[in-house]
């Protein structure tokens, strides 16, 4: 049984715990997004913009290293690619990249295919995504860029 001393000191210890794994969660989260590039992209891509109706929400993307698992929103108009996070990676900007900037390259990653998005602004930065994500994509995207990947299925492509 405790103390009354150590009793009384419960909750701050309770509460210090909550604001230790509240800090390390946001650095943790801060690191995803700088060693990532996520940050690195906000600087030629940032938007205040909502997302545009056209949108694939729950999506998982591999920034480099960093697995962003069901967490990322990507929106489709006639302006751009569209990228935003929820959940807990608040502090991650939304990103709005104009469709002259996009590249997409079918990739096969062991088993798995994919398409590879890099941008012109930020070309050190791929940006992995499922086959199947990059035809919704580009089957909505911008008439002139989605001719310009030949619309061909990215899972078709990324097979062999």
């Known amino acids: 049984m405790l103390s009354p001393e150590k009793s009384q000191l419960a909750p701050f210890f309770l509460a210090g715990a ?24 906000a600087e030629d891509y940032r938007s205040a913009d909502e997302m545009p109706s056209t949108r694939f929400r729950f999506r ?11 967490c990322v929103a990507f929106g489709v108009d006639h302006r751009g690619l569209h990228l935003a996070s929820f959940g807990p990676l608040l502090g991650h900007p939304r990103l709005l990249i104009p469709w002259s900037d996009v590249s997409l390259t079918p ?48 899972a078709a492509r990324s097979a062999s």
Do not use: Q
Request: positive net charge.
């Open 60 to 70: 998982s993307a591999m920034l480099r290293w960093a697995h962003y698992g069901n």
């Open 107 to 154: 990739k096969k990653v062991w088993w798995t295919r994919c398409a590879e998005l890099r941008f012109r602004r930020a070309p050190d930065i791929p940006v992995l995504i499922s086959a199947r994500l990059a035809d919704k994509i580009t089957s909505v995207a911008d008439p002139a860029w989605s001719t310009s990947m030949h619309h061909a299925s990215i």
């Open 18 to 41: 909550i604001l230790l794994g509240i800090g390390l969660w946001c650095l943790i989260i801060s690191l995803m997004g700088r060693l990532g590039g996520w940050y690195r992209l």
